[in-house]
């Protein structure tokens, strides 16, 4: 039998109507990626890249004007393949007169689990939540509600996670937390899907990156091939307006022309070196380094 | 369905905790002391009176507690971002709605007794004798109380609440008229005036409170009609607002 991977995005496009009627928006232009078992894949963007609508697509509350996804070879409708995912989304809220046992428990009702209370303590001792277990959710500060939603979202046990900037509310504290946790469900077989522009993260915890920029697929790969995959390097130059160092990254390949206009414009270049490449690097060269 | 069930407990008790429940049923148990302290010129009419204005009280009592309860809703879970946990993973739409009405519809049921033991408390102060008819006709407008509250979820779909109330008071104002009445709004075209008023639900038939003012008895029949009647409208209106939901992209 064919791998099957947990989550296959073939093709997909959307489109919105403009309010007024005429015509529609582009949000995500015939994107195709995937996340394999055990994976951790960070998908990286700007704001307003698509990230948002195709995790909404993936989840079905969106549809997707062209493309396939398939949960396990599966559709995102099927309510069986839904009970293995795990949803973090970007800004969560929930009934605000509950407490966030209360939650749980009317979750995992709904959800057919058959955990009990105690079960539900504990999660909220890992996501940090057992001091306000008794807390009416309208108390709780973002953050709070992020832990809150990885709760939900850990609940039964998933085996894909997919986080819309999960750790934007949070310290860094609260984010090594998170990011722990994170490794932590991966190491017990959880396939992961991060949305994050906390590139840190992404490079500190994932296996694979997938970029978007205006809505297309700028680049994708494991980390090792998007960070070693071409030479960088890094120019130091002396302003001429305000004279300090200016440090310009490019690849070899724009090098040289580079040089050769910073000489005709008389700018003294003060040293050239190979740079390390970051993630952050790559994501401001393939999506050129602005919003879109 | 157990999923259904336990969103319903949910919103039940999510409503109960709400203090805009407490504060139309305040209003109308009000309403409904004023109604008996207004004194009537005739003392022997004094409990057709109580009777007919204490229940057309209940009445409109159920239309504002379908609006207070139901027509913010979905709009507020859309907003708040409450829904997209629960629609993106344990719950499908139809759950979701489903849901959603039926612990409102409780909510609903529970005040709408409670205003009928209020009634009943009324009667008893004066004196008057309590009709046996009365938990029927409070049962009528409970039906219809969830045919209106199955019309405030089609409307909160795509109307924002402050519409949603104008809207579903015009249903309402519309479905007490009689053929007659629809048809003389615009006598030009009486063919297509009653092919609307057919088209268009028959709160009339809920309306029992003027025999039961007159002593008069209800057959059984009747009654089961007006309560088949009022549940499959409401299923109708749900399935409406069901292929509205169905149809959106929640952005």
């Known amino acids: 039998m064919a791998d099957v991977h947990p989550l296959q995005v073939m093709e997909l496009s959307k489109r919105f109507p403009r309010k007024r009627g005429l015509g529609s928006v582009q949000a995500v232009s015939s994107i195709s990626f995937d996340v394999r078992q055990g994976e951790i894949v960070g998908f990286i963007g700007h704001n307003g890249a698509g990230k948002t609508t195709t995790i909404k697509c993936i989840l079905g509350l969106l549809k997707a004007s062209e493309g396939k996804i398939s949960l396990w070879g599966s559709a995102p409708a099927d309510s069986d393949v839904r009970k293995r995912i795990g949803y973090i989304p970007e800004s969560p809220d929930y009934d605000d007169s509950f407490t966030p046992m209360e939650y749980l428990s009317m979750f995992a009702s709904m959800r057919g689990l058959s955990g009990k209370d105690t079960d539900w303590m504990k999660l909220l001792k890992r996501t940090g939540l057992a001091r306000w277990e008794t807390t009416r959710i309208r108390q709780f500060s973002k953050g709070m509600k992020q832990r809150m939603s990885l709760a939900v979202a850990l609940q039964s046990n998933p085996d894909l996670l997919i986080m819309d900037e999960p750790t934007g509310g949070l310290d860094p504290i609260a984010r090594k937390e998170f990011r722990d946790i994170i490794i932590e469900e991966n190491k017990r077989g959880t396939s992961v899907f991060l949305s994050s522009h906390i590139l840190s993260d992404v490079e500190t915890i994932c296996n694979r990156a997938v970029i978007l920029a205006g809505g297309k697929l700028v680049a994708e790969g494991s980390l090792k091939e998007l960070l070693g995959g071409e030479k960088l390097y890094r120019i130091t130059v002396i302003s001429r307006r305000t004279g300090e160092e200016v440090e310009e990254i490019m690849p070899e390949a724009d090098l040289q022309s580079r040089i050769d206009s910073l000489r005709k414009d008389n700018l003294p270049i003060v040293k050239v070196e190979m740079a390390l490449k970051s993630l952050e690097d790559v994501f401001l060269s393939a999506t050129g380094g602005e919003e879109q | ?251």
């Open chain 2, 1 to 251: 369905m157990k999923a259904v069930f336990t969103f319903s407990l949910m919103t039940l008790r999510m409503l109960f905790r709400r203090r805009t429940l407490w504060g139309i049923l305040l209003v109308i148990l009000l309403a409904l002391a004023g109604i008996a302290s207004v004194p009537s010129f005739d003392v022997s009419n004094q409990g057709r009176f109580i009777l007919d204005f204490g229940l057309f009280g209940i009445e409109v009592g159920a239309l504002l507690l379908a609006l207070g309860l139901a027509a913010n809703l979905y709009p507020r879970d859309r907003e708040t971002g409450t829904l997209m946990p629960l629609i993106a993973v344990p719950l499908s739409r139809w759950q979701y709605l489903l849901g959603r009405f039926f612990g409102a519809a409780l909510v609903q049921a529970a005040a709408l007794i409670v205003t009928c033991l209020g009634l009943m408390l009324i009667l008893l102060f004066h004196r008057l004798p309590i009709p046996g008819d009365l938990l029927p006709a409070t049962l009528l407008i409970i039906v219809e109380g969830w045919f209106l509250l199955s019309t405030v979820f089609f409307f909160s779909f795509f109307a924002s609440p402050p519409l949603n109330w104008p809207l579903t008071t015009m249903l309402f104002i519309v479905s007490q008229m009689s053929v007659s009445e629809f048809v003389s709004a615009m006598p030009s075209a009486p063919g297509l005036m009653r092919a609307v008023r057919l088209l268009l639900p028959h709160a009339d038939v809920f309306h029992i409170k003027d025999p039961i003012a007159h002593g008069f008895e209800i057959e059984p029949v009747y009654f089961l009609i007006a309560v088949f009647y009022g549940l499959c409208y409401s299923a109708f209106m749900l399935s409406l607002a069901l292929a509205v939901f169905r149809g959106r992209d929640l952005k």
